[in-house]
């Protein structure tokens, strides 16, 4: 392999194209018109324009991303996160095409694809599932049966996608019927599959997930866990590693499960096993992601693992360079999603230009980006900003990092959720580690947001005052150095 083309964009293609250099492999960024000027593209040694500014006409063309890598001789594609990252017909289509693709097979990636597919694969090994059906409902009456089985309330899921598409919790039986149809006609729309399936509600939970590595020659491990609880729509905000509850034996039951998993459908390259971990501590298998995480820079934290360079590697055929006896976990990290959203305002995307943008810095903070100072935020994309991570010697001195390179990231010209970034990780709830995935419903409102928003804007109007009089000054030093008078006094 001496060549990648990086399928994706932003800052996860900067981050791919960097590991790639590395290693001493050329790369080449795809891009769409609204990404012309973007940083990855001047990055990377090569650059193929590929649509329009609609993924939909540009990251999406698995045809035109194929063409592009046939056109500049590259050998392999890193799809990155998003995009065609998790389509199986993509992946069969780039080895059709004699190309590696840096990821699991097709089929791995189907039979993990359908959350009913992924339960069924992943039975014969032990592994703890949340009670519910096995297939795709029906009908109502057949709905109605499981409810009485299992009790409420109950989820319906659906099976295919995710994001909490297609997801409705029922209390009742009075609203079977009309949350089914619901949930059906999401799916449907979402997916263009409208199979759902019934399970228990799992009350209170923490989202926990394995990151783990699969070769080509049946070597896996895992590389512990990252717990993901906090998130807003079901989408995560706030990620760290390792989890502020596991013990380190219910770490290693997780971890073997998760490499279980990954057993199962006989999984090569880096993935991502979820659970659910209930109050009394019963962990249950959720599903798989067939790709690199937004949030595994906190292991590669934890770990000193370059997963890109792994993966890079699982690619090329060889095997991990390590085993799990070599694995050790060492201090605490935290991720914080920078989006161009609003929290005040119910995390409405908040779409602008960045007229200021001054990233942290100092010892164990790492930021994942794709923008610079004056770039406009498309409206085409998901708003991410970075992804801001902290890593110190232990939990809380990760937390008072993060906390400082809050405050030392200035942006202007677009609503973030930094402020409630600063706010989450400061909470009770989350430095004592007692929260859950309804950390959002139960402790935030836009109103706690007053305090920190209002830093902010004294904060950027001190940087927009600071910066009118330092241009002030320079300009006044140019005209000086063309007065004769001022440069007789000087001499």
């Given at each position: 392999m001496k060549k990648i083309l990086v399928a994706n964009r932003g800052e996860i293609?900067?981050?791919i194209m960097r590991s790639a250099r590395e290693m001493g492999l050329a790369t080449v960024a795809v891009y769409s018109d609204a990404d012309r000027l973007a940083p990855f593209v001047r990055f990377a040694d090569e650059a193929v324009h590929i649509g329009g500014p609609a993924s939909s006409d540009s990251y999406l063309r698995g045809d035109r991303v194929i063409n592009a890598c046939r056109a500049t001789g590259a050998d392999a594609i890193h799809p990155g996160y998003g995009f065609l990252s998790e389509n199986a017909n993509f992946a069969r289509q780039v080895a059709e095409a004699g190309i590696i693709f840096i990821g699991p097979t097709p089929e791995a990636m189907e039979v993990m694809g359908s959350k009913l597919a992924a339960k069924n694969?992943?039975?014969?090994?032990?592994?703890?599932?949340?009670?519910g059906t096995d297939s795709a409902i029906e009908n109502l009456d057949e709905a109605i049966n499981v409810a009485k089985e299992i009790g409420f309330p109950l989820l319906i899921k659906a099976s295919a996608g995710g994001g909490g598409k297609g997801m409705r919790i029922v209390e009742e039986a009075a609203e079977l019927e009309s949350q089914m149809k619901r949930a059906i006609s999401e799916a449907e729309s979402a997916f263009g599959d409208g199979a759902v399936f019934v399970e228990r509600y799992v009350s209170g939970p923490r989202h926990i997930e394995i990151q783990v590595l699969a070769d080509q020659h049946g070597n896996v491990v895992h590389l512990f866990e990252r717990e993901c609880s906090i998130q807003r729509r079901h989408q995560k905000v706030?990620?760290?590693?390792?989890?502020s509850v596991l013990t380190p034996e219910m770490r290693d039951a997780m971890g073997k499960s998760a490499c279980d998993v990954a057993r199962a459908c006989n999984y090569v390259g880096a993935g991502t096993v979820e659970f659910l971990l209930d109050d009394r501590m019963n962990y249950y298998f959720l599903e798989m992601n067939t790709r690199l995480q937004v949030e595994h820079p906190v292991t590669e934290m934890i770990t000193g693992i370059d997963l890109v360079r792994e993966q890079i590697k699982v690619a090329e055929g060889l095997p991990l360079s390590f085993t799990q006896d070599d694995l050790k976990i060492h201090g605490h990290a935290i991720e914080v999603r920078v989006y161009a959203e609003d929290p005040q305002n119910g995390f409405l995307p908040d779409i602008g230009n960045l007229r200021t943008y001054k990233r942290p810095e100092g010892p164990g903070i790492r930021v994942d980006d794709g923008f610079e100072e004056g770039m406009d935020i498309p409206i085409y994309y998901d708003p991410m900003i970075a992804k801001l991570v902290t890593h110190a010697g232990d939990r809380e001195q990760a937390i008072a990092r993060m906390t400082r390179a809050i405050n030392d990231f200035h942006i202007s010209g677009v609503k973030t959720t930094l402020a409630f970034g600063k706010f989450a990780i400061n909470?009770?709830?989350?430095?004592s580690g007692n929260f859950d995935t309804h950390f959002v419903k139960n402790f935030f409102s836009p109103e706690v947001l007053?305090?920190?928003v209002d830093d902010e804007a004294r904060i950027a109007a001190l940087a927009a005052s600071?910066?009118?009089?330092?241009?002030?000054?320079?300009?006044?030093?140019v005209e000086n150095q063309h007065n004769p008078e001022w440069r007789s006094r000087r001499n």
């Amino acid at each position: 392999m001496k060549k990648i083309l990086v399928a994706n964009r932003g800052e996860i293609a900067l981050r791919i194209m960097r590991s790639a250099r590395e290693m001493g492999l050329a790369t080449v960024a795809v891009y769409s018109d609204a990404d012309r000027l973007a940083p990855f593209v001047r990055f990377a040694d090569e650059a193929v324009h590929i649509g329009g500014p609609a993924s939909s006409d540009s990251y999406l063309r698995g045809d035109r991303v194929i063409n592009a890598c046939r056109a500049t001789g590259a050998d392999a594609i890193h799809p990155g996160y998003g995009f065609l990252s998790e389509n199986a017909n993509f992946a069969r289509q780039v080895a059709e095409a004699g190309i590696i693709f840096i990821g699991p097979t097709p089929e791995a990636m189907e039979v993990m694809g359908s959350k009913l597919a992924a339960k069924n694969a992943v039975k014969s090994y032990g592994i703890p599932l949340v009670p519910g059906t096995d297939s795709a409902i029906e009908n109502l009456d057949e709905a109605i049966n499981v409810a009485k089985e299992i009790g409420f309330p109950l989820l319906i899921k659906a099976s295919a996608g995710g994001g909490g598409k297609g997801m409705r919790i029922v209390e009742e039986a009075a609203e079977l019927e009309s949350q089914m149809k619901r949930a059906i006609s999401e799916a449907e729309s979402a997916f263009g599959d409208g199979a759902v399936f019934v399970e228990r509600y799992v009350s209170g939970p923490r989202h926990i997930e394995i990151q783990v590595l699969a070769d080509q020659h049946g070597n896996v491990v895992h590389l512990f866990e990252r717990e993901c609880s906090i998130q807003r729509r079901h989408q995560k905000v706030v990620e760290e590693a390792p989890s502020s509850v596991l013990t380190p034996e219910m770490r290693d039951a997780m971890g073997k499960s998760a490499c279980d998993v990954a057993r199962a459908c006989n999984y090569v390259g880096a993935g991502t096993v979820e659970f659910l971990l209930d109050d009394r501590m019963n962990y249950y298998f959720l599903e798989m992601n067939t790709r690199l995480q937004v949030e595994h820079p906190v292991t590669e934290m934890i770990t000193g693992i370059d997963l890109v360079r792994e993966q890079i590697k699982v690619a090329e055929g060889l095997p991990l360079s390590f085993t799990q006896d070599d694995l050790k976990i060492h201090g605490h990290a935290i991720e914080v999603r920078v989006y161009a959203e609003d929290p005040q305002n119910g995390f409405l995307p908040d779409i602008g230009n960045l007229r200021t943008y001054k990233r942290p810095e100092g010892p164990g903070i790492r930021v994942d980006d794709g923008f610079e100072e004056g770039m406009d935020i498309p409206i085409y994309y998901d708003p991410m900003i970075a992804k801001l991570v902290t890593h110190a010697g232990d939990r809380e001195q990760a937390i008072a990092r993060m906390t400082r390179a809050i405050n030392d990231f200035h942006i202007s010209g677009v609503k973030t959720t930094l402020a409630f970034g600063k706010f989450a990780i400061n909470h009770e709830a989350f430095k004592s580690g007692n929260f859950d995935t309804h950390f959002v419903k139960n402790f935030f409102s836009p109103e706690v947001l007053d305090v920190f928003v209002d830093d902010e804007a004294r904060i950027a109007a001190l940087a927009a005052s600071l910066f009118y009089e330092n241009a002030k000054l320079a300009n006044t030093a140019v005209e000086n150095q063309h007065n004769p008078e001022w440069r007789s006094r000087r001499n």
